[in-house]
């Protein structure tokens, strides 16, 4: 072996063990990270949403302080900051800005518990790295123009919209037919586009007195629990929306991947805990909301829509004005923004935020109340939906011009997460 061949070998084993050293020590701030969000939900149960890491570290958390956990994490981003110019690899310095984006979420997560108060759009900043662009009210203005000249009858537009719309409720004693329809043809037609692991499982509960209409609650070994809330009457039109929002290729399939190729064939522990006020809300959220016009086009959905669910259901009804009118009624989804950060940055009280929603969202009066509920529970969360999906589709159809480049792009966002930050195009 000559001189040059022994030096080529001897800057390869280094290499090899400086990266072996770099993820050892993201390893351990793995290990730290996990810790923290998990005494963090020692004082608030909402905040761990999912966690399928080593029990042992559950079992270990224990109730401290807040202003404990403050000088942990400042001690944690010291770490991080240690970190920064020792990286040599691309995937080790994604690894790193990923737990460092979530791991400056915990201390602004602190700071609010502690009661540090930021406006609405400093904490989609602080909380899920967006940063919001200005309302338009002019905007919103003109999409109720164009639904009311799609709307028959007389008084109010919400009344008239709640009154068209009461056609394509479905019976409560109807839903669990209707949503398991829906649920099967998106897992379907999701598996068609992803090779999903043989024994991926989930179950449906139906509950009450909830702020959310669906929830997902993953419990890890790629099993779901979907929640359906049963407290307001859904349309027809819901069930493909919760079924792909919570299910295939939504949420359970965003947990699934990274616990796939993530949790157990890398070994990066981070991605088994899923704190709820944290960057990956954004494109957990915004991909789950995607979700629908990926499995279905529009045409497709209202034909299954009319020769599926609403026989099950029972019902009849102008489907195509139906879904005309809601397509404008989706663009509502940045009002509903704006009212939540009006409540947010004290501008309105709760029964002003309700009166909002009712005549500027057309929400009937019971649906308002839980809504305003969520928006006090949750406040800037709700960025995560609107402003997310729109993230999402832009970055999935940026380089994809067929249907199967779609999916690849998705599959791939989902299969290694990407801060909204680095979503921008």
Same mark, same amino acid.
């Given at each position: ?7 080529? #070998? ?10 072996? !050293? ?8 793995? *290990?730290?990270?996990?810790?923290? &969000? ?9 905040? #761990? ?43 080790? &310095?994604? %690894? ?15 700071? /609010? ?11 989609? &900043? ?23 000249? @799609? ?23 109807? =839903?669990?037919?209707? /949503? +398991? ?20 499982? /989930? *179950? ?20 779901? +629990? ?65 979700? +629908? ?9 209202? =034909?299954?829509?009319?020769? #599926? ?12 004005? /139906? ?12 009002? *509903? ?12 009280? !709760? ?6 929603? $009712?005549?500027?969202? +057309? ?8 809504? #305003? ?5 949750? %406040?800037?969360?709700? $960025? ?7 993230? &999402? ?5 940026? *380089? ?8 690849? %792009?998705?599959?791939?966002? @989902? ?11």
């Amino acid at each position: 072996m000559s001189h040059s061949d022994t030096e080529q #070998v001897e800057q390869g084993c280094a290499k090899s063990s400086s990266y072996e !050293a770099q993820q050892q020590a993201l390893n351990r701030f793995a *290990e730290r990270y996990i810790k923290l &969000v998990l005494a963090v939900g020692q004082h608030d149960c909402y905040y #761990v949403d999912a966690y399928y890491g080593p029990e042992e570290w559950q079992k270990d958390t224990y109730w401290q302080p807040l202003a404990e956990l403050q000088l942990q994490h400042q001690q944690g981003c010291e770490v991080l900051r240690g970190m920064t110019d020792e990286l040599c690899e691309p995937e080790l &310095v994604e %690894r790193h800005n990923f737990l460092q984006t979530q791991w400056l979420s915990i201390g602004a997560y602190l700071d /609010f518990l502690q009661g540090k108060q930021r406006s609405f759009n400093e904490e989609a &900043v602080a909380l899920y790295d967006c940063q919001l662009a200005e309302y338009s009210l002019l905007e919103h203005r003109q999409v109720l123009t164009e639904i009311d000249a @799609l709307l028959p009858g007389e008084g109010s537009l919400t009344d008239r919209y709640n009154q068209f719309k009461a056609q394509f409720i479905v019976p409560k004693d109807k =839903a669990a037919e209707v /949503f +398991l329809a829906a649920v099967e043809l998106a897992r379907m037609r999701t598996k068609q586009h992803m090779a999903l692991p043989e024994n991926e499982s /989930f *179950e449906i509960e139906y509950v009450n007195d909830k702020v959310w209409t669906a929830y997902n609650w993953y419990r890890g070994d790629f099993h779901s +629990l979907i929640q359906l809330n049963q407290d307001q009457p859904l349309g027809i039109e819901r069930y493909l929306e919760l079924a792909s929002h919570e299910g295939y290729p939504g949420h359970h399939v965003f947990n699934l991947l990274q616990e796939q190729k993530l949790v157990k064939a890398k070994q990066w522990l981070e991605y088994a805990i899923y704190p709820l006020y944290s960057p990956i809300s954004y494109l957990s959220e915004g991909s789950a909301n995607y979700a +629908l016009s990926l499995i279905l086009t529009d045409e497709e959905a209202i =034909a299954f829509e009319r020769d #599926v669910l609403m026989p099950l259901a029972g019902l009849e009804g102008d489907l195509a004005l /139906f879904h005309r009118v809601l397509k404008l009624v989706k663009k509502l989804g940045y009002y *509903e923004n704006y009212v939540s950060q009006c409540l947010t940055d004290k501008l309105v009280d !709760a029964a002003t935020a309700e009166k909002m929603l $009712i005549e500027g969202a +057309l929400y009937p009066e019971s649906r308002a109340k839980q809504r #305003v509920l969520f928006y006090e529970r949750n %406040r800037s969360y709700v $960025i995560n939906y609107s402003v997310g999906e729109d993230a &999402v589709a832009t970055w999935v159809e940026a *380089e994809a011009q067929t249907q199967a480049q779609k999916w690849a %792009r998705f599959e791939s966002l @989902l299969s290694r997460p990407l801060n909204a930050s680095d979503m921008l195009i």
